[in-house]
């Protein structure tokens, strides 16, 4: 339990860090104006303000199962900050920001995977369905390609397209399975034990609310600029 509760707090910090960094790398340097912070300040501010409310959300049990719920409160978490995300991508200025951050920088961030171990744990713990596992693995597998890319894109090897796609391709279904089990296993429309419900609470929301749309949405952006052939 003690490992399982260090490592989703761990992700709960480094993973928006990580994502401030490497959109940090898309911004031009510019100083403010006026005492005015710059674009990429709000940016800064914005992920910032965004992780502290689900880190203080989490705590207070906002997010947990309630007798009654019509839905599971986690995918409000989950879908708002994709969403947004999604459209900033309709924005010129955002496309720019991205386009510019080098891709085995936006690739091999995703190597935070590697600690989705912590899946093996709450399925040997009996925290959730013993299918978890599979997610582990498949996390596990997901954050050594993510590293495995970066390195081949940031020496400019050719190799390193193929390992990003296939990257994305093992993510991509390793988010939608671990999604599958937690809204097929969730108390509201399932009687399995033991249940999903403990990923809606602390600490391991952390996971649902921080780390899965960041990793969801670095796997939108480096696709299309895979599909655009930008490093």
């Known amino acids: 339990m003690i490992l ?44 910032s303000t965004w992780a502290i409310l689900v880190w203080g959300l989490t705590i207070s049990g906002a997010f947990s199962y309630k007798m009654g719920d019509m839905i599971p409160r986690f995918t409000i978490a989950l879908l708002i900050p994709v ?33 989705g171990f912590v899946f093996l744990l709450v399925a040997v ?4 369905p013993a299918e978890f596992a599979s997610a582990g693995y498949a ?19 050719k190799s390193g397209f193929a390992v990003a796609w296939v990257f994305n391709a093992i993510g991509l279904f390793d988010l939608a399975n671990v999604s599958r089990l937690l809204l097929f296993n969730y ?23 921080l780390a899965a749309p960041v990793a969801l949405l670095v796997h939108i952006y480096s696709i299309r600029r895979l599909l655009l052939k930008k490093l």
Not at 187 to 209: E, N, R, Y
């Open 125 to 128: 713990k009996g925290l959730g």
């Open 4 to 47: 399982i509760n260090i490592t989703s707090m761990v992700l709960g910090i480094l993973v928006p860090v990580l994502f401030a960094y490497v959109l940090g790398k898309g911004y031009p340097s510019e100083s403010s104006a006026k005492g005015k912070p710059s674009t990429k300040g709000k940016m800064i501010l914005t992920i």
């Open 187 to 209: 108390p509201i429309w399932s009687d399995a034990q033991p249940s999903s419900a403990a990923m809606a609470d602390f600490p391991l929301m952390l996971i649902v609310g």
């Open 83 to 115: 969403g947004v995300g999604v459209v900033l991508l309709f924005s010129e200025n955002f496309r720019k920001v991205i386009d510019t951050i080098p891709l085995s920088a936006l690739v091999g961030m995703e190597t935070f995977r590697i600690l």
């Open 139 to 157: 996390d596990m597998i997901t954050g050594s390609l993510a590293l495995i890319a970066g390195i081949l894109l940031w020496l400019n090897i």
